[in-house]
């Protein structure tokens, strides 16, 4: 996968892509991690890339001309064949914008994009961008959440960790990604180790067992149970099996007493 980061502040991402798990994805070839900035595409002798809107207002906007500038200038990203190592057809990018108004993202988003072969971020400052962005270069729209930042930079950031660490080989244990909280549609069960007895407190004595199928269950049991009492909307339109629907109402009844 390669991934392309449109800012007017590249050095903000320089420890985030060598650190970690990014840095180590990049490390082995998994992904190419870049940033441009786009300042440089400025079309002007002050090398401005925002202007006051049209029709008047507070802020100042960011201009169309460098940022289609900077994603025209990408390179082409490619696949080749594994039979004889010739290239195919050029990969069309997903262009993302970071922006409040955009999309809430998620973990289904992030594994919609992870499965993509380019992507390419692009992270505004000021009051907005021109609408010309939006509707002519943009593929998709996202926010991190209900809230405004400086800019667009640290909400890319996590939504290049999300996706970076869902690709084939990144996690050492591949299924680390598999049972995070929201890849199944609830929050993650309880985690313990060594030891198993720390100032009174033990660990559950099903995880000891070794009966494998049981440990599922108490899982399965745990993640709905913590789903209820801290995130009840992710059960909304949720199909339950009955011994589901059993465990939960056990869980309430017990909850009451």
């Not at 914008?97 to 400052?125: D, N, R, Y």
């Not at 405004?148 to 244990?173: C, F, W």
């Not at 049972?179 to 100032?199: M, Q």
């Amino acid at each position: 996968m390669r991934i392309d980061v449109l800012t007017l502040f590249p050095e903000m991402f320089d420890g985030v892509f060598s650190s970690s798990i990014l840095g180590k994805a990049r490390d082995k070839g998994i992904v190419s991690l870049n940033t441009v900035n786009f300042r440089e595409y400025s079309n002007n002798k002050h090398n401005t890339v925002d202007d006051y809107p049209y029709g008047g207002g507070g802020g100042m906007v960011l201009k169309p001309e460098p940022i289609f500038a900077a994603v025209e200038d990408l390179p082409v990203h490619r696949t080749s064949r594994s039979s004889d190592d010739e290239p195919t057809a050029a990969v069309k990018p997903r262009v993302i914008l970071m922006c409040p108004q955009g999309e809430t993202f998620t973990q289904s988003k992030a594994e919609e994009l992870s499965a993509e072969q380019h992507l390419v971020f692009i992270c505004g400052h000021y009051e907005g961008y021109d609408e010309r962005i939006r509707q002519y270069l943009v593929t998709d729209e996202l926010s991190v959440g209900d809230y405004v930042l400086t800019g667009g930079e640290l909400p890319a950031m996590v939504v290049i960790d999300s996706v970076v660490r869902l690709l084939p080989g990144v996690l050492g244990n591949e299924m680390s990604a598999v049972t995070d909280s929201f890849s199944t549609g609830l929050l993650e069960y309880p985690h313990y180790t060594r030891p198993v007895k720390f100032r009174d407190w033990e660990v559950p004595e099903i995880l000891l067992s070794g009966h494998h199928e049981n440990v599922k269950n108490w899982r399965l049991q745990q993640s709905l149970y913590r789903t209820l009492e801290r995130r009840p909307d992710l059960l909304e339109g949720r199909e339950l099996s009955k011994k589901e629907q059993a465990w939960l109402e056990e869980w309430k009844r017990q909850k009451q007493e």
